[in-house]
């Protein structure tokens, strides 16, 4: 129905802001609660696709064990590529999650068991009950899985473990003194992170019906970036507002989508200056006005 009023394209493009959605809000959890800048998650994107596309490939699983199989496996990755956070920090940090990405395209690209620079083609719908899940149907997947995931979040910055992630990135020594593991607490947000971009690599996976080793490229980690940072890092509000609108905006002004990489880097540049905190994160002009004309009424 949703798409006989809306048209099927309009429909894509919330797909495609869903996902996308879930990808910034998993990078919020390490970026913005943490404190952990990386600038590889797109490689826990594509981690989660290839698990998905392999297996339902290649080995004849279905969908959906498919795709708790590639939640689980790229929070384990996630889990253990977090380990050099334990050793460096800020630019550092910064270097390695970008040396991370490009490893695992390079992997995606050159080793044969990954299809090559080719990728994999023929993944299939997913199906639930014999009905194959494509259109409005796919969005409604997408859609649970978002609000599963801003569940998630906001369960996690309402609990103990929130205000411990939160003392890891205000300051790590200090955090220790007051009995926060940061260590292990790095390592939480590495493989909750990455557990949830890898079920987002799966839906984007099983949504084209094929991925290659260039979806999953360094650039796309910093517009997973530009999307937290224009909305406001550290609040789910931002998240969300900046992965709807900077991934909608490309798909429906073709002038803007032929540089969009131009304005995903002149945003960062931009906010780094003028609004570090977001349009509408957390101190920001534009939210603390907001709150003041609604406080008052």
């Not at 800020?90 to 990405?101: C, E, K, P, R, S």
């Not at 300051?171 to 260590?183: P, Y």
Request: with cysteine.
């Amino acid at each position: 129905m949703l798409e006989a009023i809306l048209g099927q394209y309009f429909v894509t493009i919330l797909i495609l802001c869903g996902i996308w959605a879930v990808l910034t809000l998993s990078l919020n959890i390490l970026t913005g609660y943490a404190g952990q800048v990386s600038l590889g998650h797109a490689a826990f994107f594509g981690i989660g696709a290839y698990t998905s596309a392999l297996l339902t490939t290649r080995y004849g699983w279905t969908f959906w064990p498919a795709f708790l199989a590639s939640i689980a496996i790229t929070g384990f990755v996630g889990g253990f590529l977090g380990l050099p956070s334990l050793r460096v920090r800020h630019d550092f940090l910064v270097l390695a999650t970008m040396g991370i990405n490009f490893v695992t395209v390079g992997i995606f690209k050159y080793v044969d068991f990954f299809g090559g620079a080719m990728g994999i083609i023929n993944i299939p719908k997913p199906s639930l009950g014999g009905i194959v899940l494509r259109g409005e149907k796919f969005l409604l997947l997408v859609l649970v899985y978002l609000a599963f995931t801003i569940w998630l979040c906001y369960y996690l910055s309402r609990r103990w473990a929130g205000l411990a992630l939160r003392a890891v990135k205000s300051d790590e020594d200090a955090a220790e003194v007051c009995g926060v593991s940061v260590a292990r607490f790095k390592i939480y947000a590495f493989i909750i992170s990455g557990a949830l971009a890898g079920g987002a690599g799966s839906l984007y996976a099983h949504f084209l019906g094929s991925i290659f080793p260039d979806h999953f490229a360094f650039a796309e980690s910093i517009v997973v970036l530009s999307m937290l940072v224009f909305g406001g890092i550290g609040t789910i509000r931002g998240a969300l507002l900046g992965a709807f609108l900077l991934k909608a905006l490309p798909e429906y002004l073709r002038v803007v989508g032929d540089y969009r990489y131009t304005l995903y880097g002149g945003i960062l540049v931009l906010m780094m200056l003028f609004q570090p905190m977001g349009i509408i994160g957390d101190k920001s002009w534009l939210w603390e006005k907001l709150s003041a004309w609604f406080g008052r009424r």
